[in-house]
């Protein structure tokens, strides 16, 4: 299937080459990485592939243009992100456009992800002239203390495909606010939104050489070498647990500042006296945004016995009416998987819980023959060593598994290597207190299904990562502190 014509009118719009010290160029191996519409399976684009030393160059970019830019007054930082936050709200429908046809969520979600994105450059254009250190006496009264506030430095980011843009505004806002250069790593499958998205910042005003984005095929080679070279002082990562465990194995020689927004598997607990309204539209939201392709996504639905049937059938009435298609078509709720390989796996997980016993109350299958669709599945009865209940699903699929007390349901929500975000629903403040104190995680959803926000501070424990991204802890990851005694 063809793009339409505003399809390539917006693809078309779109710088492909790399971005190194305010420049376009090709990979310095002339190669291009293709990228596909996962709708379809069809290529519609291709970007510029670097190599190690296009890696190098962009460090390089970066590594001069941080002296500059640490000097640039506060107030002039955050206007250019006030102007970037502008553009992109401006320009949200090309861009949601532009990310659907990459990633595949329907338009109407890509435009809710411009806007979080966007927010975050509203966020910390606030941020950035509220950066201030401390003035203490001494408790012995003999000399005087100053604490003040610097950029950490030249920066590495490597971004996930599924939110293409937030996950990338989220550490370069701070990070534009803070007085820090960058080299971003998008990824592979998603690198256009990333790529419209330097344009943006440099209408708006950013020096050449602050933000650099290198697209690769090689990821790993590229990748390695900047993050054991001394010139470079912070690397912040989401992604998968797995790749994050290697690069701050990575990281160790230098030893980096380092955040990681990694893997989540969340508990979404229903109480015998939540309010099951609520309830059934929190875990709509906790589930189906993004199609279930987030790290906040509801991974397990432990349910009250009281309450499960209920629970579950309502649920699954639910699931089962969402349209599923290409995102850019009317009315669309869920689109494809990202890629043919994430799609099996949901099918494998699903297949494994059935083979071991659960009950498929609605979907369990893939959609159509072409593109990477899979229908919203709810299962019941679903076993304890079922292999969906300890890894991320990252698709459309919600296990509904039972529990009696609230101990019980405390462990099992905490029985997890991961710790990003937990959802509760009750009505009863004292049991929401004593529940929220006692899981394992960085957020909780308390009678709400979504939590992110650029005003809150988002990150896991445990294997989930640590750092905190957005709110007043956000730019924190991006400041060194640095404490001079006065004698007086
Ligand atoms: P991924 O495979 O870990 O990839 C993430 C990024 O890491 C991509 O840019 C990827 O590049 C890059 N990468 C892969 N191998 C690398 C290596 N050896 N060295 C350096 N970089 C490397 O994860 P994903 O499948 O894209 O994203 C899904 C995961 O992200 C899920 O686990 C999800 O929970 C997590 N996530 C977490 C958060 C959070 O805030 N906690 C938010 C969103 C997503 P290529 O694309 O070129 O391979």
Known sequence: MALSGREQ??????PTGLVVGGAQREGAGGGRIDVEDPATGEVFAS????????????????????????????????????????????????????????MGKPVAESKGEIAYAAEFFRWFSEESVRISGRW??????????????????????????????AMGTRKIGPAVAAGCTMVVKPASSTPLSMLALAQIMSEAGLPDGVLNVVTTSTTGEVMEPLIRDPRLRKLSFTGSTEVGRRLVEQSAEQLLRVSMELGGNAPFLVFPDADLDKAVEGAMQAKMRNGGEACTAANRFLVHREVAEAFSARLAQRMGAMKVGRGTEDGVQVGPLVDAATR???????GDAVGRGATV?????????????????VLSDVPDDARLLAEEVFGPVAPVVTFDDDDQAVAMANDTEFGLVAYVFTQRLDRALSVVERLETGMVGLN???V????????GVKHSGFGREGGAEGIEEYLETKYVGLST
Do not use: H
């Open 448 to 450: 709400a299904g979504i």
């Open 361 to 377: 109350r609605v979907g369990g299958e893939q959609v159509g023959e072409r593109g990477y669709f899979y229908a919203p599945t």
């Open 47 to 102: 970007v510029a592939d670097a190599t190690a030393d296009d890696g190098r160059a962009a460090l390089d970019a970066a590594v001069a243009a941080q002296a500059g830019w640490a000097a640039t007054a506060p107030r002039e930082r955050g206007e250019i992100l006030r102007r970037a936050f502008e553009l992109i709200t401006e320009r949200a429908d090309n861009l949601a456009l532009l990310m659907t046809l990459e």
């Open 9 to 14: 009118e917006v693809v078309g719009a779109v």
């Open 344 to 350: 099996d796996k949901v099918a494998d997980l699903v």
């Open 452 to 459: 992110s926000n650029p005003a809150a501070p988002f990150g």
């Open 136 to 165: 203490s006496v001494a408790p012995n009264g003999a000399s005087r203390l100053l604490t003040m506030k610097q950029p950490v430095g030249p920066c590495l980011f490597i971004t996930p495909w599924n939110f293409p843009m």
